[in-house]
Nanobody, 112 residues
Framework: EVQLQASGGGLVQPGGSLRLSCAASGLTFSTYPMRWVRQSPGKRIEWVSGISTRGDSTTYADSVKGRFTISRDNAKNVLYLQMNNLRPEDTGVYYC?????RGQGTQVTVSS
């Protein structure tokens, strides 16, 4: 059974930081390009960032460029998202995804 379990979310003030993790199991993690997506209240799911299989190529949505950093550890089967200078509009449920697979998300709330 494939599992993609995101964690690390929480409540943070504007300007704060969080580091999300996604533990993958049941798939050959190192062969999948990975991505983070999010769903904000009342909005459609939005692509946030992607990373190549070896981690040597990364892409970001314009809304998070310069603030978020995606990375992966293929030895540990873990995907990360370092989020700095968080804004209220970053609030939402964050999911990691591999191909058509999307795991359980983690809630991020940015509020003062």
């Amino acid at each position: 059974e494939v599992q993609l379990q995101a964690s690390g979310g929480g409540l943070v003030q504007p300007g704060g930081s969080l580091r999300l993790s996604c533990a993958a199991s049941g798939l050959t993690f190192s062969t999948y390009p990975m991505r983070w997506v999010r769903q904000s209240p009342g909005k459609r799911i939005e692509w946030v960032s992607g990373i190549s299989t070896r981690g040597d190529s990364t892409t970001y949505a314009d809304s998070v460029k310069g603030r978020f950093t995606i990375s992966r550890d293929n030895a540990k089967n873990v995907l990360y998202l370092q989020m700095n200078n968080l804004r209220p509009e970053d609030t939402g449920v964050y999911y990691c995804a591999a191909g058509a697979l999307r795991g359980q998300g983690t809630q991020v709330t940015v509020s003062s």
